[in-house]
């Protein structure tokens, strides 16, 4: 077990108050799960200050607190610590506490507006196939191994990440693959873990609710760069503006790929189909199932860190061919009679839906219909609500606008922001759900023999978010329940 003063090394600390010798059983920033002999770090969040629950943590056997103001009325036996800012000793003191684990394994970051998701299950999918023990933390699971663990953000809290990987690493895992939302990077999420690699995707429109300006949010993935240790590799994408502003600041290693310029490591699309994606690759044809030229572009960041990493190139060629898609992603299927195409995709940005839609038009005759069904999240950025309907109304021949995760907003009026975006052009491919089983169920009924249809937004998400209360929906599910029902 570890005593207060070993897991408070390299806290920047303000000022200590009581014993710092004592014994601590766990430590947790969420007061409602403190017990006996705990430490309690207080944050102060955007909806709570947990100052105000250190009586409760107390109450609940804290022996120390980690807080930012110290409480006036303070208990004899408990230690009190105080710091600048609480969600970074969170960080330290975790990496303390479970024994700096990311140091015992080869820890990959990667962040980007787009594919972080793809990226790093594909990675993990690949140094599995090579044989490794592997680790993933990413938006839809968390895998040890063969074990999957439900998460409910992109980049956990450090105490969750630290956590895990403490049981990754007690299980064998030698690379663990982690995404790093700037949000994740901004709070201090990853601070403190020691970092074999990252890698960056591209940068585009999202969370300027959050971020307030572009350039924050660009500064915010940058820190991972800068945070790298001299001894690790910085992988960037250069065909994307923002690529090098990621390596202005770090002592890593530096490396690129590309698919327009010249780079450390770069490919060529030679086949882009409803079939997948035929790649030249370090002067070899590569076969993917994968779908959409931005595939080709994760593609090559998996085969740019696996060769980083070590493995054999030929090897690493044939292990790339035997990826499967990732769930949510392009995921599609073709009705049985009128061979109508479905596409569930969890494009949520502007970007992302440009990207799946150019591809679908790329790949499509064209004598058919394009549905696209899409709606934007609340409570998240909304000036991307009309960028993307304006893109929906753009490349579709039919838009259904419905909603995705409310959250506590009014579904209404998030769909009349993203009408705001329509075209006056396109006004007439348009119209609005709100309902999105309805909205799924009346581009079903509408489309007619070898249309295509794609469902945007929540890619793998299995629930719609109301009001903190997430109810069963699946996209997927819709989609097969209803074209099966009139598929004629
Ligand atoms: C906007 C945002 O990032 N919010 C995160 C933030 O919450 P917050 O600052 O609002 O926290 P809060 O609810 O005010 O609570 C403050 C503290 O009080 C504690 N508390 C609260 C109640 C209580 O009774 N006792 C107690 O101790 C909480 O445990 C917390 O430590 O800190 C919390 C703890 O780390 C996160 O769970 C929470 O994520 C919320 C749920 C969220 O939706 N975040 C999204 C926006 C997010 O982080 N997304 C990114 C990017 C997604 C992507 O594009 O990939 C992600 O990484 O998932
Ligand atoms: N390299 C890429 N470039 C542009 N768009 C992409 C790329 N990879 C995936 N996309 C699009 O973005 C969507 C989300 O992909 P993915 O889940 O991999 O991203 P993410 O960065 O993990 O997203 P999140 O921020 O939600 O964690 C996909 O469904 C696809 O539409
Ligand atoms: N990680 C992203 C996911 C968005 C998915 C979309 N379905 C939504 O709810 O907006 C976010 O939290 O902003
Ligand atoms: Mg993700």
Same mark, same amino acid.
């Given at each position: 077990?570890?005593?207060?003063?070993?897991?408070?090394?390299?806290?920047?600390?303000?000022?200590?108050?009581?014993?710092?010798?004592?014994?601590?059983?766990?430590?947790?920033?969420?007061?409602?799960?403190?017990?006996?002999?705990?430490?309690?770090?207080?944050?102060?969040?955007?909806?709570?200050?947990?100052?105000?629950?250190?009586?409760?943590?107390?109450?609940?056997?804290?022996?120390?607190?980690?807080?930012?103001?110290?409480?006036?009325?303070?208990?004899?036996?408990?230690?009190?610590?105080?710091?600048?800012?609480?969600?970074?000793?969170?960080?330290?003191?975790?990496?303390?506490?479970?024994?700096?684990?990311?140091?015992?394994?080869?820890?990959?970051?990667?962040?980007?507006?787009?594919?972080?998701?793809?990226?790093?299950?594909?990675?993990?999918?690949?140094?599995?196939?090579?044989?490794?023990?592997?680790?993933?933390?990413?938006?839809?699971?968390?895998?040890?191994?063969?074990?999957?663990?439900?998460?409910?953000?992109t980049t956990p809290d450090s105490l969750t990440i630290n956590k895990y990987l403490d049981e990754m690493q007690k299980d064998g895992v030698e690379y663990v693959f982690m995404e790093a939302s700037s949000h994740g990077i901004v709070q201090h999420r990853t601070k403190a873990l020691h970092f074999a690699g990252a890698v960056f995707t591209n940068l585009s429109h999202d969370h300027l609710d959050y971020h307030k300006t572009f350039a924050d949010y660009r500064d915010a993935k940058k820190i991972l760069f800068d945070e790298l240790p001299k001894s690790a590799f910085a992988l960037i994408n250069t065909d994307d503006k923002n690529g090098d502003v990621m390596l202005q600041?770090?002592?890593?290693?530096?490396?690129?790929?590309?698919?327009?310029?010249?780079?450390?490591?770069?490919?060529?699309?030679?086949?882009?189909?409803?079939?997948?994606?035929?790649?030249?690759?370090?002067?070899?044809?590569?076969?993917?199932?994968?779908?959409?030229?931005?595939?080709?572009?994760?593609?090559?960041?998996?085969?740019?860190?696996?060769?980083?990493?070590?493995?054999?190139?030929?090897?690493?060629?044939?292990?790339?061919?035997?990826?499967?898609?990732?769930?949510?992603?392009?995921?599609?299927?073709?009705? +049985? @009679?009128?061979?109508?195409?479905?596409? /569930?995709?969890?494009?949520?940005?502007?970007? $992302?839906? #440009?990207?799946?839609?150019? !591809?679908?038009?790329?790949?499509?005759?064209?004598?058919?219909?394009?549905?696209?069904?899409?709606?934007?999240?609340?409570?998240?950025?909304?000036?991307?609500?009309?960028?993307?309907?304006?893109?929906?109304?753009?490349?579709?021949?039919?838009?259904?606008?419905?909603?995705?995760?409310?959250?506590?907003?009014?579904?209404?009026?998030?769909?009349?922001?993203? +009408? @705001?975006?329509?075209?006056?052009?396109? /006004?007439?491919?348009?119209?609005?759900?709100? $309902?999105? #089983?309805?909205?799924?169920? !009346?581009?079903?009924?509408?489309?007619?023999?070898?249309?295509?249809?794609?469902?945007?937004?929540?890619?793998?998400?299995?629930?719609?978010?109301?009001?903190?209360?997430?109810?069963?929906?699946?996209?997927?599910?819709?989609?097969?329940?209803?074209?099966?029902?009139?598929?004629?």
């Open positions: 077990m570890n005593t207060l003063s070993d897991i408070l090394y390299r806290v920047p600390i303000l000022a200590v108050e009581g014993n710092t010798s004592q014994q601590v059983r766990n430590i947790h920033i969420d007061s409602t799960k403190v017990g006996l002999n705990d430490l309690f770090i207080a944050i102060k969040g955007t909806h709570t200050d947990a100052h105000q629950f250190i009586p409760n943590a107390i109450n609940q056997g804290a022996l120390a607190v980690v807080c930012e103001i110290l409480p006036e009325k303070r208990n004899n036996g408990v230690t009190y610590i105080q710091v600048e800012d609480t969600r970074l000793a969170a960080a330290f003191i975790a990496d303390n506490f479970y024994d700096r684990p990311s140091t015992k394994m080869k820890l990959i970051g990667i962040t980007g507006t787009n594919g972080k998701t793809t990226v790093s299950s594909l990675l993990f999918q690949l140094f599995k196939n090579a044989g490794f023990k592997v680790g993933l933390i990413s938006t839809v699971v968390i895998k040890i191994n063969n074990q999957d663990f439900q998460t409910k953000l600041n770090s002592r890593a290693k530096k490396y690129s790929y590309s698919l327009k310029s010249h780079s450390d490591y770069t490919a060529k699309v030679l086949e882009n189909n409803f079939n997948g994606l035929l790649l030249k690759l370090n002067d070899t044809e590569v076969w993917s199932p994968l779908i959409g030229s931005f595939n080709a572009y994760n593609l090559l960041a998996v085969f740019s860190v696996a060769d980083l990493l070590g493995v054999d190139r030929l090897e690493n060629l044939r292990l790339i061919s035997e990826l499967k898609p990732v769930s949510g992603r392009f995921q599609h299927f073709i009705s +049985e @009679k009128q061979k109508i195409t479905a596409i /569930v995709d969890y494009a949520h940005t502007p970007d $992302a839906l #440009e990207n799946v839609l150019s !591809t679908i038009n790329a790949i499509r005759t064209k004598n058919e219909e394009l549905f696209t069904v899409v709606g934007c999240g609340g409570d998240r950025d909304a000036t991307k609500r009309p960028l993307m309907a304006k893109i929906a109304g753009q490349l579709s021949t039919q838009v259904i606008l419905t909603s995705d995760n409310p959250r506590t907003e009014n579904p209404d009026a998030i769909i009349q922001d993203m +009408e @705001k975006g329509i075209e006056p052009t396109d /006004v007439k491919k348009v119209i609005s759900i709100t $309902a999105r #089983e309805q909205a799924i169920k !009346t581009a079903c009924k509408m489309a007619q023999p070898k249309d295509i249809i794609l469902v945007a937004g929540k890619g793998h998400e299995t629930y719609q978010e109301v009001n903190g209360v997430r109810s069963d929906f699946d996209d997927l599910q819709h989609l097969k329940n209803y074209l099966n029902k009139f598929d004629k």
